[in-house]
C-alpha cells in the first residue's frame, strides 16, 4: 500500500520559472512532511519541511503548501534555477520508516 | 548538523566475492538506521530497518541471508552484500534519525558494481 504519491515522474522548466512538484497522500495520521532532494550518486539532502497545523512554508526560493482536506502538498520553487535539476522526494511523518514517494526528476534548462 | 557518514562511496567487486558498506552517525546515536537501494531511474527502495541490538527487519523480497546487516553499536550499522552477482550492482544509501529532529539524515550512499 503505498501511502504517499508522487505522479509526475519527470518535470521540464525554464529557468527563472516556476517549479511546483506535486506529492499525494492517503494516510491521514501524517502531521509532518519533508521534502529531499537527491542529485545522481548522492544520498537525498533535506530540503523543507511543514507541519500539519501549517500550511504554507517558505524558505527562500521554495515554499511548500499544504492542503490537509485534499491530503496532498506541493513544493513550488521560484526563480527555478540549472542547479536545482535533481530528483525531488516527499516523505511524511510519523512513518515508521522512510518510505519515499517515487520522486519527481526536475529539469531546469538554462 | 547531524552528519551520517557512509563509506565506501564506490566499490567494485568480482563475482561471488563479499562487500561490506558502512554507516555511521558522527555526532549522535542511532537505535534506528535504514538502509536503501536505488535503481537508476528509480525511487529509493528501503531494503531494511537495522536496530541497534537486535535482528534487522527487512522489506518483503529482500533476501536477509544475501544483505546482512549488523547494528552492534548506537552509531554504527554494517550492510554486507554477501556473495554478489552483477544484479546487486544499485546505489545503496543508509539514513539514521537524531533523535528529538524530524528529519532523517542521509549518508552519501554507495555504488556497488559487480563485475
Known amino acids: 500500500d503505498q501511502q504517499v504519491k508522487q505522479n509526475s515522474p519527470s518535470l521540464s522548466v525554464q529557468e527563472g520559472r516556476i517549479s511546483i512538484l506535486n506529492c499525494d497522500y492517503t494516510?491521514?495520521?501524517?502531521?509532518?512532511f519533508l521534502w529531499y532532494k537527491k542529485y545522481p550518486a548522492e544520498g537525498p539532502t533535506f530540503l523543507i519541511s511543514?507541519?500539519?497545523?501549517?500550511d504554507k512554508n517558505e524558505d527562500g526560493r521554495f515554499t511548500v503548501f499544504l492542503n490537509k482536506s485534499a491530503k496532498h502538498l506541493s513544493l513550488h520553487i521560484v526563480p527555478s534555477q540549472p542547479g536545482d535539476s535533481a530528483v525531488y522526494f516527499c516523505?511524511?511523518?510519523?512513518?515508521?520508516?522512510?518510505?519515499f514517494g517515487a520522486g519527481t526528476r526536475l529539469t531546469v534548462k538554462p | 548538523g547531524a552528519v551520517v557518514s557512509q563509506h565506501p562511496s564506490w566499490v567494485i567487486c568480482k563475482s561471488g566475492t563479499s562487500v561490506k558498506i558502512e554507516c555511521r552517525s558522527l555526532?549522535?546515536?542511532?537505535?534506528?538506521m535504514f538502509w536503501y537501494r536505488q535503481f537508476p531511474k528509480q525511487s529509493l527502495m528501503l531494503m531494511a530497518t537495522?536496530?541497534?541490538?537486535?535482528?534487522?527487519?527487512?522489506e518483503q523480497g529482500v533476501e536477509k541471508d544475501k544483505f546482512l546487516i549488523n547494528h552492534a553499536s548506537l552509531t554504527l550499522s554494517t550492510l554486507t552484500v554477501t556473495s554478489a552477482h552483477p544484479e546487486d550492482s544499485s546505489f545503496y544509501i543508509c539514513?539514521?534519525?537524531?533523535?528529538?529532529?524530524?528529519?532523517?539524515?542521509f549518508g552519501s550512499g554507495t555504488r556497488l558494481t559487480v563485475v
Open positions: 539514513s539514521a534519525r537524531p533523535t528529538g529532529t524530524y528529519g532523517y539524515t
Open positions: 555526532d549522535f546515536q542511532a537505535t534506528t
Open positions: 494516510n491521514s495520521m501524517f502531521d509532518y
Open positions: 516523505a511524511p511523518l510519523p512513518n515508521n520508516d522512510m518510505r
Open positions: 511543514i507541519s500539519s497545523i501549517k
Open positions: 537495522s536496530n541497534e541490538g537486535s535482528k534487522a527487519t527487512y
